[in-house]
């Protein structure tokens, strides 16, 4: 795996590859078409439904961060309330 900074790095990389077989998902379709991947192979819709759907589903890791974001989210909104009822302004709510 190779991580690259920039959109055109890729063609450094690009020829170790058969571009028959090689997909693009990105914003750049001008640069994919560049690349010579085939039109059908660039943000094809089968392989953009597939990621749709696994992104769906979350890990035990990825529901437990969503729980503590919650318990946080839950106990900013309390202190807002209370601050609230207790006739504090917009600005000191947002800041407490």
């Known amino acids: 795996m190779f991580h690259l900074k ?3 790095d890729i063609k450094k990389w ?4 058969d571009k028959k077989h090689t997909g693009y998902i990105g914003e750049s379709i001008d640069l994919a078409k560049e690349l010579g991947i085939s039109s059908i192979n660039i943000n094809r819709k089968s392989v953009l439904d597939y990621f749709h759907f696994h992104r769906a589903y979350k890990t035990n890791y990825e529901l437990s961060c969503l729980q503590q974001a919650q318990k946080m989210a839950i106990a900013g909104h309390h202190a807002a309330s209370e601050d609230f009822y207790q006739g504090a302004s917009e600005f000191d709510i947002n800041v407490s």
């Not at 690009?14 to 590859?17: D, E, H, K, R, V």
């Open 6 to 8: 920039e959109a055109n």
């Open 14 to 17: 690009l020829f170790q590859l």
